[in-house]
């Protein structure tokens, strides 16, 4: 019963969005009537009725998978009714029709969300947007109902489950495409937004202070995601780096490369009214590399590194929904765009220019990765066949990011309108003489590092120092919030890439062959292999190294790197140890074994590696406390008016 | 100028969705080719597996063109494609096996179980044949031609679809 109530209430929510499509079109045809308020009044409910449904229909599916349910399709090739309770509930999302399901309800519970709580905008702009928010969801309710319906009964049911990937049975990743896909929905409510300001001509301040918490929360949720994704590769796939340019990782970086972008933007936009075409076109283009994103992850139609089930028939059908929501916007954004006027006028040298030199330099990195992702697919194309790796986008990349970072430093120095050089580079002494302090010592002292790396620790230390001179002298208390929030995201920014360039300056590896009771160096570290000993788990049996560690002098610590084999499906995964230090981390793998009793150990000391998750951290707290900030300000700014 | 501007977003679109579609109507070639195509077998020397059949050894390995299959007997696959390599058997197919990560009594109880085409197994307890031969799972099939040499390569459990294209290429192969 569970599950044809679940797919009772699918249908149902799809019937809501239809009506919500209809009454919204009417809504905003009528914006002008004095009765159009009841109008809205329906349209408001019906969201919120659509919301209230896909969130019914997705928490009868954890409750299938929370059962153990065998009787369902999914059920029984996604879960195991021994698996721990957690995973029974991540596994519920933890593969392609539940994770599609998950999508449609956060889509639809965030439009009931634009309905509950979106008061400043005119009445035909915000029910045109709630009817883009109804389009978007009517195909992906399809695209369920028809391609993936995640509550197929099996007959007969299945003893039990097939159990999940042991590689995924990981806390880490029961979460990670739940954020993600937070990140990418929020964009869709964005993407909307510049529609139903598109239809209505509505392209202002209101319509941008509207969008900008969506886009934060996205670009919040985005950023952790990416931050944690990159972490969980890290340790668990046993290769000691932390990015690869896979197709799959690089779906998830563009939406949040347009997504920051945006961000700058639609402030310019809602504090000054400059920038509406480019902030319109940006909405479009995030949301667009989030369809991309999910289209290349499910399609299989670039080789990744990452095992998705895929299914062309599905990527024809993402493929579809993608022409026509991106393709139409796109469209109207041709045709309606030349009636948005131009908005305010600022000086090149000013917070405006820095922050369209940053969306310029953002937008040049996104055309990179996007290109350098694509590149395969058009090869393909003309017959040839190859992918593109690191070197690649190492290459096109890092000037870009470092003119980039000299960007963000300059942009909180500089005033809105109009600004002169004189007084910038007066505010800029300090970060530069910050960084040429830093690029000094690192040159006396690092002898050898590559010289990039040295040049992006000296800019790192100078955005630093410039992120914090908007508190400096100043009263930290009277600061508002979404200050603070600027001040640690730039922060963040500063310290990821530090730790980026200490990673690829000063990383030691070794690759050693070495038998019980021998030891090896790396860095300043001595290890002995200690013991080889087997270990069994719940699920696997493995052979575990006993390490001891030391530098220096200092005391001796041990660390347990495992070879892991699974017996179904047969695989082997390889264990890291890593410990972790105030300045950096010592990563540790057991490779293969030979017959004269030697053990292969791989080994790396990375220096400041964890600042890389620690600035991601950092990003996505100044994005939370930006996001508190703005919409406390607003609420403020809305009793003030109601007052007066 | 400016109202052509206007409209390139929508043409960069277009053009990435023919080439997105273009790429999902005609999937390229994605199957693994085997970089040991065309090359001598590597020197295996593997031990024997059960009493009475032989190991694997590269020199014995040539004279006549054969079937090289690696398989395992916790594998469900192989379970699959063994009628088919009973047929080519059959059909004259000279059939010598690489047993990964296995053991003799599961290997025993696998051959009675499900037929027993092999002419020799070898023993690789540590996936090291395996690695050396270039392939990356069970079951997979080798066919090597008279001078010893891999001459093709297929990945994934043989179906019945599979064996008359196994004995052409085992013909091509003398």
């Known amino acids: ?644 | 100028m400016r109202r052509l501007l206007i409209w390139a977003p929508l043409a960069l679109f277009a053009l990435v969705f023919a080439l997105v579609a273009g790429g999902l109507i005609k999937p390229g070639d994605r199957t693994i080719r085997s970089a040991m195509v065309g090359k001598p077998l590597p020197a295996l020397a593997l031990p024997a597996l059960l009493p009475g059949k032989p190991g694997i050894a590269t020199a014995e390995l040539k004279g006549k063109p054969r079937l090289l299959n690696i398989f395992a007997s916790w594998c469900i696959p192989c379970i699959a494609e063994a009628p088919q390599l009973l047929k080519l058997k059959a059909a004259g197919a000279e059939i010598d096996a690489i047993a990964i990560r296995d053991t003799p009594a599961a290997v025993q109880n696998f051959l009675a179980q499900h037929g027993d085409p092999y002419a020799r197994i070898g023993d690789d307890k540590a996936s090291a044949a395996q690695l050396a031969l270039g392939s990356s799972g069970v079951p997979e099939t080798f066919v090597i031609d008279t001078a010893g040499q891999i001459a093709y390569q297929h990945i994934g459990d043989i179906r019945a679809e599979h064996v008359p294209m196994l004995l052409a290429e085992l013909r091509k192969a003398k």
């Open chain 1, 1 to 644: 019963m569970i599950a044809e109530a679940g797919l009772a209430a699918l249908w149902l929510a799809a019937a809501f969005a239809l009506v919500q499509l209809m009454v919204a079109w009417g809504a905003a045809k009528h914006g002008a009537n004095p009765n159009v308020g009841t109008l809205m009044t329906a349209l408001r409910r019906i969201a919120l009725v659509q919301g209230l449904l896909a969130l019914l229909s997705f928490a009868l599916l954890i409750a299938l998978f929370v059962r153990s349910d065998m009787s369902v399709e999914l059920v029984a090739a996604n879960s195991h009714s021994l698996k721990p309770l957690i995973y029974k509930v991540s596994g519920a999302w933890g593969n392609h029709e539940g994770s599609m399901l998950l999508w449609v309800t956060v889509l639809a519970v965030a439009g009931a969300g634009v309905a509950a709580f979106e008061r400043r905008l005119a009445a035909g702009t915000l029910a045109a947007t709630l009817g883009a928010q109804a389009a978007i969801g009517l195909g992906f309710y399809a695209f369920l109902a028809f391609a993936s319906n995640p509550f197929v009964r099996l007959n007969p049911a299945a003893p039990d489950g097939q159990g999940l990937n042991p590689l995924l049975q990981d806390p880490g990743l029961a979460f990670h495409p739940p954020t993600l896909y937070l990140g990418y929905v929020g964009l869709s409510v964005a993407f909307s937004f510049a529609v139903g300001a598109l239809v209505m001509r509505d392209v202002g301040p209101a319509f941008a202070k509207a969008m900008r918490p969506w886009v934060l929360g996205a670009w919040i949720f985005l950023t952790i995601g990416i931050t944690a994704g990159s972490y969980w590769a890290y340790y668990e796939l046993g290769w000691g780096g932390w990015w690869f340019w896979d197709p799959v990782e690089n779906a998830s970086l563009m939406p949040w490369l347009a997504a920051t972008a945006l961000l700058h933007s639609v402030t310019v936009l809602a504090t000054r009214d400059g920038l509406r075409a480019w902030t319109l076109m940006l909405a479009l283009v995030a949301f667009a590399m989030s369809m991309l994103g999910t289209f290349l992850v499910r399609s299989g139609i670039l080789v990744s590194v990452h095992a998705f089930a895929v299914d062309p028939t599905r990527g024809t059908f993402i493929l579809a929904l993608l022409g026509i929501y991106i393709g139409g916007a796109l469209a109207l954004f041709g045709a309606r765009v030349g009636t948005v006027t131009q908005g305010s006028t600022f000086q090149l040298v000013s917070r405006e220019g820095a922050l369209v030199l940053n969306n310029l330099l953002l937008t040049v990195i996104l055309g990179v990765v996007f290109i350098g992702t694509l590149y395969p697919l058009a090869a393909q194309a003309a017959g040839v066949q190859l992918s593109i790796g690191a070197p690649f986008f190492n290459k096109a990349l890092v000037p870009v990011a470092l003119a980039l970072v000299v960007a963000t430093a300059a942009g909180p120095l500089l005033r809105w309108r109009r600004d002169n050089w004189n007084a910038l580079a007066k505010r800029a002494l300090v970060p530069t003489a910050a960084a040429g302090l830093a690029f000094a010592l690192l040159f006396a002292l690092a002898r050898g590092a590559h010289f990039t790396s040295v040049v992006a620790i000296a800019l790192s230390v100078g955005l630093a120092a410039a992120s914090v001179a908007p508190v400096a002298r100043r009263n930290l208390r009277r600061t508002p919030l979404h200050v603070w929030g600027m001040v640690i995201a730039h922060l963040g920014v500063a310290t990821s890439i530090a730790g980026m360039a200490a990673d690829s300056a000063f990383k030691v590896e070794r690759l050693a062959a070495i038998q019980v009771g021998q030891n090896v160096t790396v860095g300043p570290f001595r290890v002995t292999l200690a013991e080889i000993r087997p270990q069994i788990g719940p699920n696997w049996s493995a052979l575990e190294a006993r390490l001891q560690v030391r530098r220096g002098e200092s005391k001796m610590f041990e660390l347990l790197p495992q070879q892991r084999f699974f017996s179904t499906p047969p695989t082997t995964t390889n264990e890291a140890a890593i410990t972790t230090l105030l300045d950096g981390q010592l990563y540790t793998i057991l490779g293969q074994g030979d017959d004269q009793g030697r053990w292969q150990i791989r080994l790396w000391w990375k220096p400041f590696v964890t600042f890389i998750w620690l600035g991601g951290g950092l990003i996505a707290l100044g994005g939370l406390l930006a996001l508190i900030g703005r919409v406390r300000r607003e609420r403020r700014d809305a009793e003030t008016e109601a007052y007066s």
